[in-house]
């Protein structure tokens, strides 16, 4: 069955280094998204990377989709203490409901 | 301000009782979802719903339960069916239709049932 699976699991870096986050998948998608959770919070949206594009940035954040491969990237450059948090892609189905599909998600430790 | 409001944000009850949880959006969304997350892991979603009285089952829905009356409004019902029913709950909208679009995220309820 279809789930994006995330590497690592975990992730720990200093304030200004790069951070990147994999998900990977196992059938057709519709659209990927990146969602961000601090603690106990609900998700925020990152970004949003339909299956005909290839790269989005927004911001620190750079997204990228390989169809191909089955697996999309998400990279924060000079990362700040502030984005420690766990990191999830969602897997958009191709059946027109716009349900998502949620990986297990990468936790970030941004250290000062 | 517009966005979602989950209520309460910390919620307990014993085992064997049904319990329903609040979902309130005012971004005039048409879809609107929930979902569980247990410690450590991604979202699962129970129930979804795309326009008012009507609504779907997601991967989890045994032991829960939807209604979708107003398109402001997405309460989950929590039954004793539910055989673990302790955890974190999320409630989310998007624009809704065929086109992909973000969803919103509510704060959460966290529910215990001991």
């Known amino acids: 069955s279809q789930q994006g699976e995330e590497d690592p699991q975990a992730l720990s870096i200093q304030e200004g280094e790069n951070a990147t986050m994999n998900c990977s998948y196992k059938?057709?998608?519709?659209?990927l998204q990146w969602y961000r959770q601090n603690s106990g919070r609900g998700l925020v949206h990152l970004i949003l990377?339909?299956?005909?594009?290839r790269e989005k940035h927004s911001g620190r954040l750079r997204v990228t989709l390989d169809t191909s491969k089955k697996s999309s990237s998400l990279l924060i450059t000079a990362s700040r203490a502030a984005d420690t948090a766990s990191y999830f892609c969602?897997?958009?189905?191709?059946?027109?409901?716009?349900?998502?599909?949620f990986g297990a998600g990468t936790r970030l430790a941004v250290h000062p | 301000d517009g966005g979602i409001t989950q209520s309460p944000k910390y919620l307990f009850r014993k085992e064997g009782q049904n319990v329903t949880l609040s979902c309130e959006q005012n971004?005039?969304?048409?879809?609107m979802y929930w979902y569980r997350q247990d410690p450590g892991q991604g979202l699962r979603l129970i129930y979804y719903?795309?326009?008012?009285?009507?609504?779907q089952k997601g991967d989890i829905a045994e032991g829960y339960s939807v209604s979708r009356e107003k398109k402001e409004s997405f309460p989950l019902t929590v039954t004793s069916a539910q055989k673990n029913p302790t955890a974190f709950y999320l409630c989310?909208?998007?624009?809704?239709?065929?086109?992909?679009?973000?969803?919103?995220f509510g704060p959460g309820t966290r529910l215990t049932v001991t």
């Open positions: 971004l005039n969304h048409d879809a």
């Open positions: 719903s795309q326009i008012v009285n009507d609504f």
């Open positions: 990377i339909r299956s005909n594009e």
């Open positions: 059938t057709s998608i519709n659209n």
């Open positions: 989310a909208s998007s624009i809704g239709g065929t086109v992909a679009y973000e969803q919103y």
């Open positions: 969602a897997l958009g189905d191709s059946g027109g409901y716009n349900k998502l599909i």
